[in-house]
Nanobody
């Protein structure tokens, strides 16, 4: 099993910045693709940004040029640097990872518990 723990959420004023982190832990695993999703009240969960093992990234149009996703494979940790935050970025942000359990060769998808980001003056 793999556990994902997000941190770094909070309250920020419009135009401000936050950095989210997602740390993966467990035994005998390798992380493949990772991504950040978010879910605002009354809305469906949506992809914010994704990154593969080699560092190739993709972003939702709504966050391009404002958010930057990155990862440290040695630390099994992913980051989301958010700048120019807008009230519409308010949501619970979830970490998602696809990992292979080395003993069984099984690929599975995992979710973190989420971290709240609130953008308000």
């Amino acid at each position: 099993q793999v556990q994902l723990v997000e941190s770094g959420g909070g309250l920020v004023q419009p135009g401000g910045s936050l950095r989210l982190s997602c740390a993966a832990s467990g035994s005998s695993f390798e992380i493949n693709n990772m991504a950040w999703y978010r879910q605002a009240p009354g809305k469906e969960r949506e992809l914010v940004a994704g990154i593969n093992w080699g560092g190739r990234t993709n972003y939702a149009d709504s966050v391009k040029d404002r958010f930057t996703i990155s990862r440290d494979n040695a630390k099994n940790t992913m980051y989301l640097q958010m700048s120019g935050l807008k009230p519409e970025d308010t949501a619970v942000y979830y970490c998602h990872a696809v990992a292979v359990l080395l003993r069984s060769g099984t690929y599975s998808a995992y979710w973190g518990q989420g971290t709240q980001v609130t953008v308000s003056s």
